[in-house]
């Protein structure tokens, strides 16, 4: 195909290539990219402009195509369904970069979709959306101001390495993804392990001169194909209409107080009342609720950005490095595992820790290597935390996004599986919101792990830092806990979590263009003083983990067996390890390797493992048992010591006394305490019964009862005495009696042969 080009660029002993022209030409733009093997075609659509509409609607998809890794679906369709978390990350990813370079008032709908087709397993595919959609767009008439690129940086051993694979990222103690166009950085997403704000700077500084190098290359695209641009002219607002909302605006007395305490929904009322009064003068024509709406946020936002600038004040007067009022408090709830109740100002979170068997993990079907995930937090963010109705719906991009943040802080200070064989899960579900709910579910789940007894290293505490810029000077303002409105009205939302000790998670994102010289150092600062005062607070509610699971947990027993014994605790068709769980009422879990993780409440684990210690043990001289009568016979009783294994307690051995019958001291079903006393070369065990813990000695076997021999016999054998026998019994009851006592006969028979046998 003679429009079928193709570029490349090495990056370390990585090659990344484009190719652009050959699929999807019917979109407005598209490019093949390529690390290494994994390969991600990109395409930008768009749409018509949506009357009234006062938002950029964007929508990037993260397609994630099972085949690329040469697999089927494991749903019952057997085909991609609902994005994976994986997936709907990666499109969030992608989308906080490339939806600030869009010019501000553009309404049109943009559709940018990434679809994996190949995969290494070995190079992620996230950061190439960023890249592919940068192209993309750059390539198509839409009015895109890019550049932009992403690039994942990790550090093993102190060095720091751009794009690892999933097993260097597995080895980092840095994993950070770091987004941004010629003049600045634009989003920021990372993981760490308690890492120190100055090894992050550096961190960032490699990315941005690999993301400088990757924008370059991006142009030299562009310049080689030329496209004309749309050009986009925002409209105007009516000049009549925006005096006359401004001065409805300052002529309510009470903003300051609307924007404190009511925040949204005082800001909505106050639109609608002007919007109200506006239109029953009837001297505007063509008012629409949204223009007036937008004139009044516009405005609002002028009157807190210049306050904090020019005065240092915010809308609840508090100064910019001022926290709200912080509360904590763990064990809310009964009967759970633990609880975490954490408070900043009106926001509010309480988190749920949930420990569960180890089977319990949840097993993942992505393209992305790795089977299982043991640690799982979920954020839930219902309409009624910000006073409003809504439909109770299954978790948004957003929860999603907010809950994998969460998981990412807490990760580093998790106990492995080895030291705690649990499978975990937090809930955390916002009650009231007012700003930052994903940092203070950081907070609520810290104490929800302590409280449920699991041994984290140290608590996690998270803080939103805000910023306000004035365009008309080079001054800015950072403002620590930013509160709903300073969130919507500023100009960035950047998080911080972590330790004492370090950083385990940051996300950055901002509306502008550029950020601020030397801005970094100054907000890690003050990040680090006020993670440090939620830590303190924290602290006050609960100093460390609690010694001991919570004791509605289950508790967790771990043994190893040999991988030949597993058949004998899985028994035939399972009847055995079902046996386990119903008796001691806990979950059994077999590995292929001979681990075994038995999970039940109270001491019923410990119960079982001792039992199936028992059952892959074999029988020796001295063992002691707690076995079951199963069948009785003359000369003594069989006891059931382990499934599939009886032992037999001759009668000489079933008492310390002298005993006539065995009937006499046991019978079917009885539960007796014994011990082995041989295991013949044949595997044959002979038992003696436990009396009070002193085992019955045995008696010798002349010492024996002996059967009543006083009868006489003829020469044949047969007896002569015949004095018992009636004369009244006629012959046919001679026949019975006889069969009787041939069958009476046969069983001493059999019985002599058994018990000779042993």
Known sequence: MENVKNYELMLGERK????????????????????????????ATDGESRPGT???PLTIDFEERMYSIG??????????????TDAILSARMTDRPIRPMFPKGYTRDVQVVCTVMASDRENPADVLGTIGASISLGLSTLPFEGPVSSVRVGRIDGELIAFPTYDEIAESDIELIVSGNKDSILMIEAGTKEISEEA??????????????????????????????????????????????????????????????EGFKGVNALCSTIYENLSAEEKIEDLEFNLVKSIVEKELKNRIRTKVIQEGVRIDGRKNDDIRELTAEVGVLPRVHGTGLFSRGA?????????????????????????????????????FSVGEAGFMRGPGRREIGHGMLAEKALMPVLPNEEEFPYAIRVVSDVLSSNGSTSQASICGSSLALMDAGVPITAPVAGIAMGLITDSDSDKFAILTDIA???DAFGDMDFKVAGTKQGITAIQLDI?????????????????????????????????????????????????TIDKEKIGAVIGQGGKVIRGIEEEFDCTVNIEDEGVIHISGLKDNASKAKDFILVLVTDPEVGNTYEGEVVRITDFGAFVNIIPGKDGLVHISALDNERVEKVTDVVK??????????????????????????????????EDRPQKDRNFKRNNNGNSRDRNNRSRNFKRGNDKENNKEDDKENDKEKSDKAEERSW
């Open 16 to 43: 990344l290539s484009i190719e652009i022209g050959k699929l999807a030409q019917q979109t407005n733009g598209s490019c093949l990219i390529n690390l290494q093997d994994t390969t991600l075609l990109v395409t």
């Open 54 to 56: 006062d938002f950029f």
């Open 71 to 84: 697999k089927i679906p494991g749903s019952f369709f057997k085909r991609e369904g609902r994005p994976t």
């Open 200 to 261: 992050i700077i550096e961190a960032i500084e490699f990315a941005s001169e690999i993301i400088k190098a990757l924008n370059e290359f991006q142009e030299t695209i562009f310049k080689d194909n030329s496209v004309k641009k749309d050009i986009f002219v925002p409209k105007e607002t009516n000049s009549e209409i925006a005096a006359a909302v401004i001065s409805a605006v300052n002529k309510h007395d009470d903003v300051a107080s609307i924007l404190n305490q």
């Open 347 to 383: 926001t509010q979170v309480l988190s749920v820790a949930t420990l569960g068997n180890i089977a319990e993990k949840q097993r993942l079907d992505n393209i992305s290597p790795g089977e299982y995930k043991r640690y799982m937090h979920h954020y839930n963010f219902p309409a």
């Open 484 to 486: 709903g409105m300073e």
């Open 511 to 559: 509306k502008l263009k550029k950020l601020p010289e030397n801005f970094l150092n100054d907000v890690f600062n003050k990040a680090k003083i006020a993670r440090e005062q939620i830590l303190k607070v924290m602290e006050n509610a609960i100093q460390s983990p609690r010694a001991e699971v919570s004791e509605h947990a289950p508790t967790i027993e771990i043994i």
């Open 668 to 701: 079917e079903g009885d539960k007796i305490d014994v011990q082995i006393i041989e295991v013949d070369r044949m595997g044959r065990i002979n038992l003696t019964r436990i009396i009070d813990g002193v085992p019955v000695e045995t008696k010798k076997r």
